[in-house]
């Protein structure tokens, strides 16, 4: 897809009234998402629930909640994804930022993608419905609007994923698949690099070990992973990046001849 789904054309009028569905608030935000496109989890936790309590489609069509890992507040402690055409995860599944959830198209109130917050497992069910429909702690305008300035987390061995990618020696990340290890600076400023701190940092699993190189007398290394590469340089002797200390991301064309055949 050209964006992400959430960055298409929203209706935000929540908690306006009645909502066209019934005589309650407007408890959704509306994208108007092309059809066909994968609708994705926007933060890291459980799919708690799809459609209602007995696996029928609900009236407004099919819908993935999920149960967040860090709540938003006290109340808001869910997301949910609905006015789906297809369901593409399933109960229990852990997801993070990014995992495909559904797919947005035709639906029975031919709305566009709803996104919302909730403070219960399944979406629209339960007596946390009527109790905070159109509360201000579950306006989801504000979490998306965050959206475009999404911060790097930590990840580490508390992460979800961590096992699934990595084992842990004194301090020292062995990475599962690729056998390549990542230690030191640059290991501090890898783990840095995560879209919520349970996705595996945005430069992926390395492909090399550190790499040694000199020049004028100073001394650094290289590291190379599946998206880029980050240069240990504490002196600066190679390059530098504003914003960044000892370890940056370095230019590909400059390290390039530096990465292993």
């Not at 407004?60 to 890992?69: E, I, P, S, Y």
């Not at 109960?91 to 219960?120: I, K, M, S």
């Given at each position: 897809m050209s964006q992400p789904w959430y960055k298409y054309p929203r209706i935000d009028d929540y908690a306006s009234y009645p909502d066209p569905d019934g005589p309650f608030p407007k408890p959704d935000s509306n994208i108007l998402v092309p059809d066909g496109v994968p609708?994705?989890?926007?933060?890291?936790?459980?799919?708690?629930?799809?459609?209602?309590?007995?696996?029928?489609?609900?009236?407004?069509?099919?819908?993935?909640?999920?149960?967040?890992?860090?709540?938003?507040?006290?109340?808001?402690?869910?997301?949910?994804?609905?006015?789906?055409?297809?369901?593409?995860?399933?109960?229990?599944?852990?997801?993070?930022?990014?995992?495909?959830?559904?797919?947005?198209?035709?639906?029975?109130?031919?709305?566009?993608?709803?996104?919302?917050?909730?403070?219960?497992?399944?979406?629209?069910?339960?007596?946390?419905?009527?109790?905070?429909?159109?509360?201000?702690e579950l306006n989801p305008v504000p979490f998306l609007n965050s959206l475009g300035d999404i911060s790097m987390q930590t990840f580490g061995p508390h992460s979800s994923s961590f096992a699934g990618w990595y084992t842990v020696h004194d301090q020292i990340w062995q990475c599962i698949e690729t056998s390549f290890i990542i230690g030191h600076g640059i290991l501090a400023a890898y783990q840095q690099l995560s879209i919520d701190g349970n996705a595996l940092p945005v430069l992926g699993l390395p492909t090399s070990n550190e790499i040694g190189w000199e020049k004028n007398g100073k001394r650094g290394v290289v590291q190379f992973f599946e998206r880029g590469c980050l240069v240990y340089d504490p002196a600066h002797a190679e390059d530098s990046q504003p914003g960044f200390n000892d370890v940056y991301f370095g230019k590909t064309d400059q390290f390039l001849p530096f990465k292993p055949k």
């Open positions: 609708i994705t989890a926007l933060a890291s936790g459980v799919v708690s629930g799809i459609n209602a309590p007995d696996g029928s489609q609900p009236g407004f069509g099919q819908v993935v909640t999920v149960k967040l890992d860090t709540p938003l507040n006290p109340i808001a402690d869910h997301m949910a994804y609905l006015h789906l055409n297809q369901i593409s995860c399933s109960q229990g599944q852990r997801v993070t930022f990014g995992t495909p959830v559904g797919v947005a198209g035709p639906n029975p109130q031919n709305a566009g993608t709803g996104f919302a917050l909730y403070h219960g497992d399944y979406y629209g069910f339960g007596s946390t419905w009527a109790q905070y429909v159109g509360s201000p």
